[in-house]
Nanobody, 126 residues
Framework: QLQLVESGGGLVQPGGSLRLSCAAS????????IGWFRQAPGKEREGVSC???????NYVDSVKGRFTIWRDNAKNTVYLHMNSLKPEDTAVYYC????????????????????WGQGTQVTVSS
């Protein structure tokens, strides 16, 4: 059974850092594009970052320079390191996977992805 499990969320002060993990089971991440998305209360789910099966990464403007995505194929896990966190980064963060190599806006579009995790809460507050 294909499964994605997010972890690493929590409460952090503004300016702090967190590292989210997205662990896959039941399939090999090497062949998949992985996206990170977030949804704040009362808002639509939005793309944050992605890494395709070739290793190309993409970030939305609001997180560029602060977030870093990478994959560890040996651990079948994708990570999202978040620095300089702001209150507006508060949301439930989801990872998603879809087989293939997606680029550009497709890589950060929710409709691209078939498999989704359950999400992990990130709260940025003093």
């Amino acid at each position: 059974q294909l499964q994605l499990v997010e972890s690493g969320g929590g409460l952090v002060q503004p300016g702090g850092s967190l590292r989210l993990s997205c662990a896959a089971s039941g399939f090999i991440l090497d062949y998949y594009s992985i996206g990170w998305f977030r949804q704040a209360p009362g808002k639509e789910r939005e793309g944050v970052s992605c890494i395709n099966s070739g290793g190309t990464t993409n970030y939305v403007d609001s997180v560029k320079g602060r977030f870093t995505i990478w994959r560890d194929n040996a651990k079948n896990t994708v990570y999202l390191h978040m620095n300089s966190l702001k209150p507006e980064d508060t949301a439930v963060y989801y990872c998603a996977a879809s087989r293939g190599m997606y680029y550009g806006s497709d890589c950060v579009t929710a409709g691209t992805y078939y498999y989704w995790g359950q999400g992990t809460q990130v709260t940025v507050s003093s």
